[in-house]
């Protein structure tokens, strides 16, 4: 009897399937496919602007993807782009902070907003690559950047670039070191940017409060062993880089810096200056790394004197008339 009350269901289960089910068919490729598919939707900040988030700019075998978040503002463009590079001693950070900021991704919208295509950095950290790995990587973003101007309405030939300490090393690295291939053996046909910000970023790894060592962050960026040599210092550090063809640069620096000193900054502004490079420069008395105050009023106020005079100064410099 069970048997029979089996057929009897299994009859019934096969009576209620389709005669032929329809097959399951999907798009593929001639090889595989790697690209993240993911819909990629904008995000609407004030003033019509539209923010792409974790945009893949390069794929390298055995790292993950590099990204950027792209913020795009509203009307035709094209627009001068604005690369921003995060901190954090090159082994920490992300594309979305910077100092004491409460919500960085709207300071980038607001620079948007303002007329500029902002694009924010993901670069490799030293615990995944030794330098130049981040050099390479703010290149391979502008290059892909530059490629998808159309489609993020850039204007390629009005490109700057910003950072803060860790970043503002990149960042000057970045606009000095443009068609380096000794660095960036991709770079032979890189286009060099139009200006520079940099925010407590580090000039001259010799001149640190300590000698950089395998300890340290940047030895930890070179992969020293012991003491880095000079040599690896040399190769690392902007000053060694300066030429007259290199862009304008506005520098600014907390004047009681205790993570980068300000002679850091001094050090660049005066190796600019003497390679004959437009810069202006900006020290701010009474606060440390971060523009961090003794109060949140100082804090507020260095950061927001440090920002504002970076906008002003891409406006000026890349051409964008303010309203």
């Avoid at 001639?30 to 993240?36: A, G, I, Q, S």
């Avoid at 794929?59 to 978040?69: A, C, F």
């Avoid at 291939?181 to 139009?194: E, H, I, S």
Wanted: hydrophobic share 40%.
């Amino acid at each position: 009897m069970t048997g029979k009350f089996l057929s009897a269901a299994l009859l019934a289960v096969l009576a209620a399937q389709p005669a032929t089910a329809k097959e399951r068919v999907f798009p593929t490729a001639d090889k595989p496919v790697l690209e993240d598919r993911f819909p990629q939707v904008p995000v609407a900040f004030p003033g019509g602007v539209k923010a792409w988030r974790d945009v893949t700019y390069q794929t390298i075998d055995g790292y993950r993807p590099q990204v950027v978040d792209i913020y795009v503002p509203a009307g035709k463009g094209p627009h001068p782009l604005v690369l921003y590079i995060h901190g954090g001693g090159w082994r920490g950070g992300h594309t979305r902070h910077s100092g004491a900021f409460a919500d960085f991704p709207k300071v980038l919208a607001a620079l948007a907003a303002e007329g500029f295509t902002v694009a924010s950095l993901e670069y490799r950290l030293s615990s995944e690559a030794r330098f130049p790995a981040q050099l390479q990587d703010s290149n391979a973003a502008l290059r892909f950047l530059r490629a998808n101007a159309a489609r993020y309405a850039i204007d390629p030939a009005r490109v700057g670039v910003w950072g803060g300490s860790a970043g503002g090393h990149l960042t000057a690295l970045t606009a000095l070191t443009c068609r380096d291939t000794a660095l960036d053996p991709a770079a032979a046909q890189d286009g060099c940017v139009q200006a520079a910000v940099t925010w407590y970023g580090v000039y001259d790894f010799a001149g640190m409060n300590a000698t950089p060592d395998g300890n340290s962050a940047g030895g930890k960026l070179l992969g020293c062993e012991g003491p880095c040599s000079a040599d690896k210092n040399r190769l690392v550090s902007p000053v060694a880089y300066i030429d007259a063809k290199d862009p304008p640069f506005l520098l600014i620096h907390g004047e009681e810096d205790k993570v980068v000193p300000a002679e850091q900054s001094r050090l660049g502004e005066a190796a600019l200056k003497a390679a004959g490079v437009p810069v202006k420069s900006i020290y701010i008395p009474g606060v440390d790394h971060s523009f961090i105050g003794k109060t949140p009023a100082e804090t507020r106020a260095a950061s927001l004197k440090a920002v504002n005079a970076t906008f002003d100064f891409f406006h000026e410099k890349l051409g964008v008339p303010r309203k």
